[in-house]
């Protein structure tokens, strides 16, 4: 950071661009479904101006303690009086920050931490690092006749394996995760007779198994590093909820407390959901719950008395492109670090999406059975000469 753009950050004219760009941050966030006032620690009572001044104060602590790039590409922008670049380039950045905010917050410390291992770990020049839909994989080791390590070994308990000797203090720094990532790799190698690629979801789980994971995971910007709270407790494996470690990208530790974590996901997912269905036309609910149901786009033409399956196909893609539009709201899809967390909370959406499909398609069909009822109770009426004809 340049001494200039540090004595620009201390002038009163920064402090006026940065309750304009709270206001442009807070309109872009009501768009993306953001909900700010819930990030921060300050209490803002639905007040616009007391919400404008808490983000301005946040954005001001995430200039002055980000990244040098940010901070440079700032200062250019600010040196040229490029007052709508400057605003553009922070909000971005910014309500990126926040996204990753809403996800830690939302989840256990034990995802947070996974994510900040996969992180550090996938940054290691030392490091073999192996991205995969089913999760993320390290070796310190570049053998080409690397296997992924068998999934029978998969969620132990670890109470055998030996105590990591990192302090409590450093597992959250570089140097401490590396530490932690090698003495797991080297008691595995011993203990299953090969190098394997390891999941860094088991590496969660033995490092999780040591020690307590109270406190969120400190990242970049001071947004994302609130305190621990004093006498926070270990958990116990007892207190594990058991996952399907096929489907969950944490396998049993991706939740270590009662579900409130996935709960609060949930609500924000069909939220996002009911917006997406009010968007979608009567004919593309209908096909996406027979494509659900596993019908072929010629039958389902067939059903809806439609030409061929081309015409289906032309409403399918156009709800999938209206899912798409709206999944994007939730989070920058291009984001690498998301990639998993995505996956998993897509599916949620898409199956909030279908569900919602089928509870309106319940209710046009009771409704039509209503309907239909009423009118043979009316002809029945009138053919009986009780009352007045239609």
Known sequence: MTSEFNDWLHSKTCLDLLLSCADYIIGRAKKSTIQLDTLFSEETEDDHTKLSQVVASHLWEFLKDKNVTLATLAAERVAQGDVSGFMT???????????????????????????????VISKAEEVNYQPTR????????????????????????YTDWPRPAVPAAHIHDKPGIMRLSRNYWDEAVVRFLDEYFLPIRELNRYVSGNYSLGCAVTTESQLTMPACEDGSQPFSFDEILVTDAQNDVLGSMGRQHPRLDCDIIETELEALAHDTLSELTERQRTILLRVEDGATLDEI???LGERGASNIHYHLKKAYQTMKRKWSLWGPPTLAQFSEVEEEEFFIFYDKVIELCKICGECRTTTERSRLHEYHNRRYAVEAGLADGF
């Open 301 to 303: 033409a067939r059903e």
């Open 134 to 157: 089913r999760g993320s994989f390290y070796a310190f080791s570049f053998a080409d006749s690397l296997q992924r390590l068998p999934e029978v070994h998969w969620n132990l308990s």
């Open 89 to 119: 380039l922070v909000a971005d950045r910014f309500l990126a920050e926040c996204l990753d905010e809403r996800r830690t917050a939302a989840i256990n410390p034990a995802y947070a931490y996974y994510r900040h291992l996969r992180h």
